[in-house]
């Protein structure tokens, strides 16, 4: 009489075992750069939305820009007349490191750019392997 003996073996088992880390690291290899894509979408999205409200605020406004105080922070509303185009407190800010994106400007022009990361000395994109900057500038 011949004995049976049902289940799978050590090597079957670490194949498969194999198998499912090898599709788990590709898996997530691929979620990460997702992520990194759509943080990157978002930080053009919010730039476009800032640089709509400081257009709005030029024809508005006297034709001028607003101007960063000290700290580097600014606001996108008229005093005169008083109009509220972008408030401070919704004003966007990086998805990753909630920092505020950095504006210079001087009345007459402005720039707008994503915040440095701290490994990288040009703002740059995440899914992005060389060091390319992005930064908007005023349209009039």
């Known amino acids: ?20 880390g090898l599709i ?12 990194k ?10 730039l476009k939305t800032i640089q709509n409200a400081l257009e709005q605020y030029y ?6 820009y607003p101007t960063p105080d000290s700290s580097k922070l600014f606001t996108v509303i008229c005093v005169n ?3 509220e185009m972008l408030p401070t407190t919704s004003l966007p800010r990086d998805p990753k490191t909630d920092v505020s994106y950095v504006y210079t400007g001087d009345g007459s022009s402005y720039q707008l750019c994503i ?10 994109f995440e899914s992005e392997s060389g060091a390319s900057t992005y930064c908007i500038t005023n349209q009039q």
């Open 1 to 20: 009489m011949i004995k049976r003996q049902y289940g799978f073996t050590l090597l079957e088992m670490l194949v498969v075992l194999g198998i499912i």
């Open 24 to 35: 788990m690291g590709i898996a997530v290899s691929s979620f990460s750069t997702a992520q």
């Open 37 to 46: 894509k759509a943080r990157d979408s978002k930080r053009k999205s919010d």
């Open 59 to 64: 024809s508005v406004c006297g034709y001028k």
């Open 81 to 83: 007349p008083s109009i």
């Open 115 to 124: 915040p440095v990361r701290l490994n990288a000395t040009p703002p740059v």
